[in-house]
């Protein structure tokens, strides 16, 4: 979890964001509905952003990251994102 000073989402923020990451695969949204039990009350701003930048890959492309077949590259390859990654994996 981050340590930092930054606001925690508000229950508004933070229904719109689980709205948001609804997808199309079952495997997906059951990954993501555990995150969402873990981790959804104390999500920040800036993960919240990052988790955003994974939820815009394809179905296929995300389920390979959840399932640590593949890492991430690229744009995607930042620090928050690799720690929303890594609670979504947990």
Do not use: Y
Not at 15 to 24: E, I, T, V
Not at 49 to 57: R, W
């Amino acid at each position: 979890m981050q340590h930092s000073e930054e606001e925690r989402l508000d229950a508004h923020q933070l229904g719109k964001l689980q709205w948001r990451c609804r997808r199309g695969m079952l495997e997906n949204d059951l990954l993501i509905e555990g995150f969402f039990t873990r981790h959804g009350a104390a999500l920040t701003a800036t993960q919240a952003q990052a988790l955003m930048q994974l939820m815009d890959l394809p179905d296929n492309e995300l389920l390979d990251l959840l399932l640590a077949r593949t890492e991430l590259t690229g744009p995607l390859d930042t620090p928050p994102v690799r720690q929303i990654l890594g609670m979504l994996r947990a």
